[in-house]
């Protein structure tokens, strides 16, 4: 693996087994690394894989969507089926009690594992309908879910079972599963898809991936960008740009502790200061579906890529949303 400026300078050289590097576009990017880390390949073989999750266990489990199934990755043992059918389950997150939750593209819902190992229905509708896809999920420490509802379950068939849409457009939502209220709290983005907090929780970063499907006929935006909302009691306001995300599109990030933001891309991760301004990237030999921070420390990066698991050390942690 190579360290390398934009102007071409090479700062060190690591061995790997993966052809891969790591640009550095701005110097706040070098601290956030591990020197000697190395991409490694943990697995191959899925059809598209997304949301990965980190138990406290150590294990990882993740999103196999058009294989319509879970997989769980452990040190040492390899990769089975976590759950199959899986529902066509998309982005996952961890609650308070160390539960997973999911969001459910078959089920058209936020799911939750419970600890006995069945999975329950948290909310599926909105206003008397049903929901979209619901695809990237946080848990706030409050408890409450947030959570994004694009319709590629509906118009994929490959990643769903199809549907009608009943909603009248695609929304950000928070739910509570003390009180059982769901919100709308940012409306009006064409495609939502992968959402994340800084790390106070004062910031909502959500990104519109609509250019997904814009050469589809689906929607003429050709957005791959995130925006940022401040938190205003339960509301996301004042959205403005935060990054746009190229090549490919922001459709998995999460924060870490100190406030960056680390996202897919179509050439590896991208990492972003709290002010918006590109550090740099890791780069992934395939396209990356979504990422989260995890391991003993916290300073694991698990890469969901296209067929593979990837890893990474770091040298920050994640935040908890």
Not at 152 to 163: R, V, W
Not at 184 to 201: H, K, R, T
Request: one cysteine or more.
């Amino acid at each position: 693996m190579t360290l390398e400026d934009m102007d071409g300078n090479v700062s060190g050289d690591v061995q790997t087994d993966l052809e891969t590097r790591i640009e550095v576009a701005d110097q706040r990017l070098r601290p956030l690394l591990k020197d000697g880390a190395v991409l490694e390949r943990l697995w191959t073989g899925a059809t598209w894989g997304e949301g990965p999750v980190c138990l406290p266990d150590g294990r990882v489990v993740w999103s196999d969507i058009p294989g319509n199934r879970l997989l769980v990755w452990q040190e040492g043992q390899g990769v089975q089926d976590y759950l199959n059918p899986s529902h066509f389950q998309n982005g996952h997150v961890l609650d308070q009690q160390g539960r997973i939750v999911g969001c459910s593209h078959g089920e058209r819902g936020i799911v939750r594992q419970e600890h006995d190992g069945s999975w329950q229905l948290l909310v599926g509708e909105y206003g008397g309908k049903r929901l979209n896809s619901p695809n990237d999920v946080v848990v706030t420490r409050d408890g409450a879910v947030w959570f994004t509802d694009p319709p590629y379950g509906l118009i994929q068939p490959h990643e769903g079972y199809g549907g009608t849409q009943e909603q009248p457009g695609q929304e950000v939502y928070r739910y509570d599963p003390a009180t059982q209220e769901l919100r709308v709290v940012v409306s009006g983005m064409v495609c939502p898809n992968g959402l994340a907090f800084s790390p106070d929780e004062s910031v909502l970063y959500v990104g519109d991936t609509a250019g997904t499907h814009s050469s589809r006929g689906h929607w003429p935006e050709a957005h791959h960008h995130i925006l940022a909302y401040d938190m205003q009691g339960k509301q996301a306001v004042n959205a403005r740009l935060f990054a746009e995300v190229s090549p490919g599109f922001p459709d998995g990030f999460r924060a870490d502790v100190l406030g960056n933001i680390w996202t897919s891309s179509a050439s590896g991760v991208q990492i972003y200061s709290a002010d918006g301004v590109r550090l740099g990237e890791i780069a992934v030999p395939e396209v990356i579906g979504n990422l989260t921070f995890g391991g003993p420390d916290g300073c694991t990066l698990y890469i969901a890529a296209s067929t593979s698991l990837y890893r990474i050390e770091v040298s920050v942690r994640g935040a908890t949303a």
